[in-house]
């Protein structure tokens, strides 16, 4: 099961969504990115093992939650690193990572992914909202232990941070497994703009045998 793979470098059939931007933590990286392994423990981090790209500890975005690893049926050998772990919510309708140091009018790709995996024992998949900071982003319907539930959504900061934030429906618990932010040229996906963001409606690899 390589999900990094399925998720970087295919063609975006995007979503229009009108969208203001709330916010307030985080240190970009040496190429600007912001990548965040949920559950891992404080300072610590994991090695992506496609893209080599350094995940770190979520202790620094976020000071609520709980952490867990997922069950052990499910982290198999092929599974990556970034979802052996999540941070689950079971205090509070609303929880929320900070995203900082960035820069007020430049866009970003937000990626929040979560996957399952039984960690609490209870074989019941939630379903809740993301939102944007104020805004309401995706509903996380998790179908599946095994598979990722994959939101993404392109936007124009309009401050020095971003706010991802899960929401309790009261349709199980919210949580997390990782969460990556990536700068985007100003010139792409001209629809993103400082009144709306575009959400990925879905992902296509076309013709590609390696997608990265």
């Known amino acids: 099961m390589n999900l990094r ?3 970087d470098g295919c063609s975006c059939v995007l979503l229009v969504l009108g969208i203001a931007i709330a916010g307030v933590n985080s240190q970009l990286d040496s190429l600007s990115f912001i990548s965040i392994d949920c559950g891992l423990p404080p300072n610590s ?9 350094t995940y ?3 202790d620094q975005f976020i000071d609520t939650g709980v952490n867990y690893r997922i069950a052990s049926t499910y982290a198999t ?3 990556g690193k970034q979802y052996l772990t999540v941070r689950s919510f079971p205090n509070g309708t609303r929880n929320c990572y900070t995203l900082k140091s960035l820069a007020a009018g430049s866009k970003y790709l937000v990626r929040a992914v979560s996957m399952y995996g039984n960690y609490d024992n209870l074989n019941k998949p939630p379903i809740f909202d993301i939102h944007l900071g104020v805004n309401y982003w ?10 990722a539930y994959v939101s993404e959504i392109i936007t124009v900061a309009s401050s020095s941070y971003l706010q991802v934030c899960l929401i309790n429906k009261d349709l199980g618990t919210p949580f997390i497994s990782l969460i990556d932010l990536r700068p985007l040229e100003k010139s792409i996906y001209q629809d993103a703009n400082s009144t709306q963001s575009l959400v990925s409606f879905g992902r296509l690899n076309l013709g590609g045998s390696n997608v990265r």
């Not at 981090?45 to 790209?53: A, G, M, N, Q, R």
């Open 5 to 7: 793979k399925m998720l």
């Open 45 to 53: 981090t994991s090695i992506d093992v496609d893209t080599k790209l």
């Open 56 to 58: 770190v500890s979520d």
């Open 77 to 79: 050998n092929t599974l």
């Open 138 to 147: 995706d509903t996380a319907n998790i179908t599946s232990a095994d598979a």
